[in-house]
């Protein structure tokens, strides 16, 4: 993509956002002190509202597995509808931001001779947001960090917590945050050659995260398939720059 990824605001996450606010308002008429017929004009208002929600996720959802569908069949990779091991799996945002996240539509198969996925992830904050995460698996436990896009960093750091870490590299400073903890592991991941890959303009604006086993990168929205294999691209040069003494006891790659 000649243009890079770049962080947007879903419209989806807005107008959940929107009928989110709307319906807090509506719940704020039922007060005593407003006039009956506001508080009945509320009421209906509320649950329309709460319709709307749910009938705009449900829709989300539902044309979003069928692209994936489609996906899977031309792959041979496996679509299933939920999977509540990846609810709260990861530590990294968007998950641990909000509460009642749920994980659905989860595309599994192999790219490049490793286990990844691609899911929507559903998080209540209050309103409802989605996500697409997508995610190369490692099959053995890693010091965790992100690597975030400048104008992420502050949003992020709020919501999870981590030390902010520069490496010395003027351009890659002036484009990248590092937070994590592990100084030590982070400055050996990113090596020359990944410092180099990341200053593509395919990969600006691409958030990376290694949590609990696995690499893993989101967008707001479900983008279905869209650029998931650029995106997986990008996440495998991540797992392939992390050095040998970390892979002990790693499970077999998907062939």
């Given at each position: 993509m000649a243009g890079g990824f770049r962080y947007r605001v879903s419209g989806m996450n807005v107008i959940l956002t929107v009928l989110a606010a709307c319906l807090v308002v509506g719940v704020i008429a039922f007060f005593p002190s407003a006039p009956l017929p506001v508080r009945l004009l509320a009421g209906v208002g509320a649950v329309a509202l709460v319709g709307v929600i749910w009938l705009i996720l449900r829709w989300g959802v539902h044309r979003d597995r069928f692209r994936l569908s489609m996906y899977a069949a031309y792959r041979g990779w496996t679509v299933h509808p939920r999977?509540?091991?990846l609810d709260d799996r990861f530590?990294?945002?968007?998950f641990g931001s909000g509460f009642g996240g749920r994980a659905v539509n989860i595309l599994r198969g192999p790219h490049r001779f490793h286990d990844c996925a691609t899911f929507t992830y559903i998080v209540n904050r209050p309103a409802p947001q989605v996500y697409r995460v997508t995610m190369v698996e490692l099959g053995t436990d890693v010091p965790s960090f992100q690597l975030l896009p400048e104008d992420l960093v502050a949003a992020v750091k709020k919501a999870t917590g981590g030390q902010d870490h520069r490496i010395g590299h003027?351009?890659?400073?002036?484009?990248w945050r590092i937070v994590g903890d592990d100084e030590a592991f982070i400055r050996k991941v990113l090596n020359p050659g990944l410092i180099h890959s990341f200053g593509r303009r395919s990969v600006l604006g691409l958030p990376i995260a290694v949590d609990?086993?696995?690499v893993l990168t989101w967008e707001a929205g479900a983008e279905?398939?869209?650029r998931l294999s650029h995106r997986l691209d990008?996440?495998?040069?991540?797992?392939e720059a992390i050095p040998e003494e970390y892979w002990t006891g790693r499970k077999p790659r998907a062939r």
């Amino acid at each position: 993509m000649a243009g890079g990824f770049r962080y947007r605001v879903s419209g989806m996450n807005v107008i959940l956002t929107v009928l989110a606010a709307c319906l807090v308002v509506g719940v704020i008429a039922f007060f005593p002190s407003a006039p009956l017929p506001v508080r009945l004009l509320a009421g209906v208002g509320a649950v329309a509202l709460v319709g709307v929600i749910w009938l705009i996720l449900r829709w989300g959802v539902h044309r979003d597995r069928f692209r994936l569908s489609m996906y899977a069949a031309y792959r041979g990779w496996t679509v299933h509808p939920r999977d509540p091991g990846l609810d709260d799996r990861f530590r990294v945002f968007p998950f641990g931001s909000g509460f009642g996240g749920r994980a659905v539509n989860i595309l599994r198969g192999p790219h490049r001779f490793h286990d990844c996925a691609t899911f929507t992830y559903i998080v209540n904050r209050p309103a409802p947001q989605v996500y697409r995460v997508t995610m190369v698996e490692l099959g053995t436990d890693v010091p965790s960090f992100q690597l975030l896009p400048e104008d992420l960093v502050a949003a992020v750091k709020k919501a999870t917590g981590g030390q902010d870490h520069r490496i010395g590299h003027a351009g890659f400073d002036s484009t990248w945050r590092i937070v994590g903890d592990d100084e030590a592991f982070i400055r050996k991941v990113l090596n020359p050659g990944l410092i180099h890959s990341f200053g593509r303009r395919s990969v600006l604006g691409l958030p990376i995260a290694v949590d609990h086993g696995a690499v893993l990168t989101w967008e707001a929205g479900a983008e279905g398939v869209r650029r998931l294999s650029h995106r997986l691209d990008v996440l495998i040069e991540v797992v392939e720059a992390i050095p040998e003494e970390y892979w002990t006891g790693r499970k077999p790659r998907a062939r």
